[in-house]
């Protein structure tokens, strides 16, 4: 093999022409190794995947920044009177009471006329002016909302108070109704959860309560399958 440059005889594995110091052009040779100091760009690096913790994260961001998984109101109640009805029957049957009493002690001639119903007027007014007084004061203070997300249980008048607890974190969902109740559907829901603050929570006066119950269970479902939660897991 002859060096192009000077037309010397150089050998067939050499880089370098022996004699001019001319570079060889080899046909089939490895391309020669980038000098010191030679300024090239590197290729750059290769994109690495989206780890799986990542690519799980941006899914759950993107369900909930969706329209679909936007929190709705599915309820909203406050304390039914309904479920004072063993009350005001017995305030009732009280009031029957006094006015027999105050016919048979006018009957007898006991006591002036005046007096004796006057006495009566008070002990009535004792009688429905408690449960009348704490009804009053249930349903102005209290009030409950239940959305597909959470639900908040508001409480006061002064001070108020709401508790909120996540449909996912609950457990187990009960209620309950006397004789008298489930005539009129109505009842207490007992909420059994994970929540720190109110593990086990006690709302009375719901009307409608087996249905009331039933949608609190079919959100907490739901939002359990919404973040991709075996129900049974948890």
């Keep these: 093999m002859k060096c192009p440059a000077c037309n010397v005889e150089v050998d067939q594995n050499a880089v370098y022409c022996h004699h001019c110091g001319e570079r060889l052009d080899m046909a089939?040779?490895?391309?020669?190794?980038?000098?010191?100091?030679?300024?090239?760009p590197e290729p750059p690096p290769a994109e690495e995947p989206a780890s799986m913790a990542?690519?799980?994260?941006a899914s759950v961001q993107s369900r909930m920044n969706s329209a679909d998984d936007?929190?709705?109101?599915?309820?909203a109640g406050r304390y039914s009177s309904k479920a004072m009805i063993g009350v005001w029957l017995l305030c009732g049957a009280i009031s029957l009471v006094l006015m027999a009493l105050g016919i048979w002690f006018s009957a007898r001639g006991w006591m002036p006329g005046g007096v004796r119903w006057g006495l009566?007027?008070?002990?009535?007014?004792?009688?429905?002016?408690?449960?009348?007084s704490l009804l009053f004061y249930r349903r102005v203070s209290i009030?409950?909302?239940?959305?597909?997300?959470?639900?908040?249980?508001?409480?006061?008048?002064?001070?108020?108070?709401?508790d909120r607890v996540e449909v996912i974190d609950m457990d187990d969902i009960t209620f309950e109704q006397s004789i008298l109740q489930r005539m009129f559907r109505v009842g207490t829901i007992h909420i059994t959860s994970s929540d720190r603050t109110h593990p086990d929570l006690r709302i009375e006066g719901i009307e409608n309560v087996k249905h009331v119950a039933s949608m609190m269970d079919d959100a907490r479902r739901a939002e359990r399958l919404r973040r991709g939660v075996h129900i049974e897991a948890v």
Excluded at 54 to 57: I, N, Y
Excluded at 70 to 75: G, P, S
């Design 28 to 40: 089939g040779s490895e391309p020669p190794q980038q000098e010191a100091g030679d300024p090239s």
């Design 54 to 57: 990542e690519r799980l994260k």
């Design 70 to 75: 936007a929190e709705r109101e599915l309820w």
């Design 120 to 132: 009566v007027f008070v002990l009535l007014l004792i009688t429905w002016g408690y449960p009348l």
């Design 143 to 162: 009030r409950y909302r239940l959305t597909t997300q959470r639900f908040f249980h508001e409480a006061g008048i002064l001070r108020h108070v709401t």
